[in-house]
């Protein structure tokens, strides 16, 4: 039974490992209903598996994973930790719709079949509805006109926002994009950043791992520095870019610029 009132997403003391190499050492989360959290740091920080640990597709060795008020149940401790119940898993990865760095939209399928696959599938959508649906999603992220192309006759831009569409047509609790943006040219990573900004101003609940700088300081409400697998620093956006206390955080903004 889900709470309404609790956090969409709450992370408790989390660690994961692989093999003697710990990449997550003891973090703590928590996003409430139209949050929108960024996750920064280097390459090897732990930001994307942080992320991949949120939704299930990486196995936390420990700590609680909690989905608006539900706790993942688990079997096993340490190394041979997983979750307990795979109905449990299958419910949480379809209230948090993920979108990839890579795209992973299936080559054999239209874009508006792209889109209606998962709900009708998994939700059990009436077809004719699904259709109606994801004509709509793929009007909001501007590509409506691109509805019967394949993803091989889309620019990288346009297929992004194909994922986004697919996302949001499993009408997720929240959103988590790994690095969205950081496969696209500056022209249609832009494209791509003005629809997530468009999802922020509505409200919606999302975990974004990026690089850019720019987005995170006008997309998110809260940024989590990591370094080394702990949060270094977070705050607002103004306390993270305009007032940096660490100067590990220092060195890493100055590298980005």
Not at 31 to 52: E, F
């Amino acid at each position: 039974m889900t709470d309404s009132a609790a956090p969409v997403i709450e992370l408790r003391n989390i660690h994961k490992s692989y093999a003697d190499l710990e990449v997550i050492k003891g973090v703590d989360v928590i996003a409430h209903k139209g949050d929108v959290i960024a996750l920064i740091g280097s390459s090897g920080s732990g930001k994307s598996t942080l992320l991949r640990c949120v939704n299930l597709l990486e196995t936390a060795q420990q700590g609680d994973i909690v989905i608006s008020g539900e706790a993942v149940k688990w079997k096993n401790s340490g190394a041979n930790r997983t979750p307990a119940d795979k109905n449990q898993v299958r419910s949480f990865r379809t209230n948090l719709s993920m979108v990839f760095q890579q795209f992973n939209l299936w080559s054999h399928l239209t874009v508006l079949e792209n889109v209606i696959e998962a709900p009708i599938t998994v939700l059990g959508t009436d077809r004719s509805a699904a259709l109606e649906q994801g004509q709509r999603l793929l009007d909001k992220v501007g590509i409506g006109d691109k509805s019967d192309r394949y993803p091989s006759q889309l620019s990288g831009g346009q297929q992004q926002r194909a994922a986004i569409a697919r996302a949001l047509a499993m009408e997720p609790a929240a959103m988590l994009f790994d690095e969205p943006t950081s496969a696209l040219d500056p022209e249609t990573e832009a494209e791509v950043v003005n629809v997530i900004k468009d999802l922020a101003a509505e409200g919606r609940t999302m975990l974004l791992v990026t690089h850019d700088m720019k987005m995170a300081r006008d997309v998110a409400n809260h940024v989590i520095f990591l370094h080394q697998g702990i949060i270094e620093e977070q705050g607002t956006p103004e306390q993270v870019f305009g007032n940096t206390k660490s100067t590990r955080l220092q060195q890493f903004l100055s590298s980005t610029q």
